[in-house]
């Protein structure tokens, strides 16, 4: 584990708390083919702790149920960390810890938090600030993996971004990820078991490249048939366009 994890420093890209707000970007057009059982597949680069991943989610949601090929499209969630030197450490808040990694005030801390949770609470989601638990992520990114497996991933990141920001969970603590995982109807035992080995955690450090590959250097982001991405927490009628812009690309290329 000690191994992947400096392979993991190496890989990281960061990014600030502020969410990116930029433009559609095209990629370029010898990308890795993505295999995928629909003809239209959104990966969604996104960490557990990136309080606009889970706003993201609510209105990428938003804009998928109001598309008329929803069940055409296929959502994969892919791993990205924040800061993967982080260590998990109950005795300090998020707003110390916060502080701390980005050289803010407590004003400034406090006036970010306010704002973000007032961002969260038009989406329909609560944010506990207070109840965060600093948690590394990687091993959280590893149960999603795994849920991957079971069909259950959407259902885990769901559960996983409601454990860390609204009911104050340590999602690096194994026996929290499976209990999770049991109230999603997977194996607790099963989830300690492979938590306890590197399992998957190659499956992590290969989202994180392909990030890489990407220039993606800001979550969430969205990659629409790995044709192009839109990042931030954009408004839902922006990913709905994008949507429809990955429908239309596929009528063109005669599919």
Known sequence: MLLLKNKLRLAVLCCALIPAFGAA????????????????????WSDVACPF??????????ALEQFSAKDSVQ???????????????????????????????P???????????????????KYHFDRVVVANTFDAHRFAHLAADQGKQIEAEERLFAAYFTEGKNIANHQVLAEIGASMGMD?????????????????????????YFRIQSVPCFVFNRKFLVSGARDTDIFFKALEKMKADLHVEGH
């Open 25 to 44: 970007q095209q990629l370029a057009a010898d990308v890795p083919k993505l295999n995928s059982t629909q003809p239209m597949t959104v990966e969604i």
């Open 75 to 105: 959502v994969i969630w892919r791993s990205f960390q924040l800061n993967s030197d982080l260590k998990t450490d109950t005795s300090i808040t998020a707003a110390q810890s916060l502080g701390e990694h980005k050289g803010w005030s």
């Open 188 to 212: 607790a035992a099963a989830i300690k078991a492979a938590l306890a080995t590197d399992a998957k955690a190659d499956a992590v450090l290969e989202d994180i490249s392909v990030a890489q």
């Open 53 to 62: 991943c889970y706003i993201a989610k609510r209105k990428f949601e938003a």
């Open 107 to 125: 004003a400034q801390v406090e006036d970010a938090m306010r704002r973000t949770a007032n961002m969260a609470a038009s989406v329909g989601l």
